[in-house]
């Protein structure tokens, strides 16, 4: 197996970098927190140097790691959850930061899953995939956690 060029590991970054940050962030509720997951996460692929077929081999390998990553930090460490200040990049805006807000509220095995799916535009298959579940699993944390962000929007969801 071939190591990885510095120049191979800065493209695969510039190109994963927002990806496996919002992943992070919507673990870690907390920005520093989720620069700290996402730069061990890129730390993790260098170490490991897998062999990535193509960019949805690379982003899966990325998502499902930085997911790893986040759980890893979430059992070492006790954190405060922050309020949501706007800072996730190319999600955030003034128009959906209560939706989001509300999205991060969620459990971690509704999060995860509503993140990708809206946030992220896996379909269900991909982010059953993804997260080594049953596509039926999936699908059922997909509803329950939208009738969750109804009820807590106010009915309000799109």
Not at 6 to 31: D, P, S
Request: glycine share 6%; aromatic share 8%.
């Amino acid at each position: 197996m071939a190591e990885y060029s510095q120049r191979e590991i800065e493209q695969l970054y510039h190109r994963h970098v927002g990806t496996v940050y919002r992943i992070c962030f919507a673990y870690m509720k907390n920005a520093a927190e989720a620069e700290d997951a996402a730069q061990d996460t890129f730390i993790r692929l260098m170490r490991a140097n897998p062999v990535l077929s193509d960019l949805g081999h690379e982003k899966a390998w990325l998502i499902r790691t930085a997911g790893n990553v986040c759980k890893d930090m979430l059992r070492r460490r006790r954190r405060e959850d922050v309020p949501l200040d706007g800072d996730l990049p190319g999600v955030v805006s003034a128009g959906n930061n209560d939706v989001l807000e509300a999205v991060f509220a969620l459990s971690e095995k509704y999060r995860t899953v509503v993140y990708l799916y809206y946030y992220e535009g896996y379909d269900s298959a991909e982010i059953a995939k993804l997260l080594c579940k049953p596509k039926a699993t999936v699908r059922g944390h997909l509803h329950e956690a939208r009738q969750l962000l109804k009820k807590q929007l106010g009915g309000e969801l799109e």
